[in-house]
């Protein structure tokens, strides 16, 4: 499990399938990007850029 998806966890809750899927896929960069977003971010959808 990444730190991200543990991240996941404690702020929302546990992601779906598709969101695990998206961060196994995802490229080192988007992964620094999330991991920034999720500080400010108040939705699972804000983290990964949904507004």
Known sequence: ??????QFIRR???LDT??????QKAASAKLEQWAENIL????QGEVFGAQ
Do not use: K, N
């Open 1 to 6: 499990m990444t730190v991200l998806s543990r």
């Open 40 to 43: 400010d971010a108040r939705t």
């Open 12 to 14: 929302f809750d546990p």
């Open 18 to 23: 598709a969101g695990t899927d998206r961060l």
